[in-house]
């Protein structure tokens, strides 16, 4: 399963990706307005550290505006991933980018038949949001295991791309239902290293190794 960061702050992009946890990133419109940064500028900067493909929102709601968007963003960087929302308008444009050869992510997914277009409309990553259908009490990682179903059924290319997720769970089942990747929050990423028992282990090891005066180096 791959894993992308969630988020328009390069500072969080830096250190995952120094950790060798990266393999992409998603953005979105809230989250470069709480970046505070110019857009052009922030997805340039990520493209430059990370090669993982890098996903950058349109603006337009029609389909005009969405593909003169996307093919500015596009020329930002070879990684650079045009997401588009899951509407009439933002298929049409789907499909443009997949005869013109530039990847798209489909976002703003909450159901299979949408899931469905998209990849009839030949998406490369489709977005199901599982928190926010988990939010008005909807199994969102039944959404996954469905779309995973359909896909299969079909052969359909596109991959799927577990968003929205809010914490260590959302992956663990984003993972079972057969997720391609999930787009993680940086601090829920870091969070899935944590256990107690490893840290009470690891407390008791080095208590244990400093009593025998050696040193490995
Ligand atoms: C996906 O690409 C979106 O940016 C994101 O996962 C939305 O998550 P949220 O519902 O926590 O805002």
Redesign the pocket.
């Known amino acids: 399963m791959q894993f992308f960061v ?1 988020t328009a702050v390069v500072a969080e992009i830096k250190e995952l990706n120094d950790y060798g946890l990266l393999d992409g990133v ?1 953005t ?1 419109p ?2 470069i307005a709480k970046s505070g940064r110019e857009f052009k500028e922030v997805i340039a900067e990520i493209c430059s550290i990370i090669d993982g493909p890098v ?1 950058a929102e349109v603006a337009s709601t029609q389909s005009e505006g969405m593909i003169k968007e996307g093919e500015l963003l596009a020329k930002i960087g070879a990684n650079v991933v045009i997401k588009l929302p899951l509407t009439l308008d933002g298929l049409k444009a789907c499909r443009h980018f997949f005869q013109t050869g530039i990847r798209t992510n489909v ?1 703003l997914c909450f159901s299979a038949n949408q899931a469905l277009l998209a990849a009839k409309a030949g998406a490369t990553y489709i ?1 199901p ?1 599982v ?2 259908l988990d939010d008005i009490n909807i199994d969102g990682m039944e959404l996954i295991r469905d779309i995973r179903q359909i896909y299969d059924n079909y052969d359909f290319e596109t991959k799927i791309l577990a ?4 914490s260590a769970n959302h992956v663990k089942d984003a993972a079972l239902a057969g997720a391609d990747i999930a ?1 993680i929050p940086a601090t829920v990423i870091k969070g899935l290293a944590n256990h107690v028992l490893t840290d009470k282990g690891l407390e008791q090891f080095t208590k244990d190794w400093t009593a025998t005066g050696q040193s490995i180096v």
């Open positions: 969630d998603t979105n809230t989250l996903s976002t977005s949001f928190g926010r968003a929205s997720i809010r787009t």
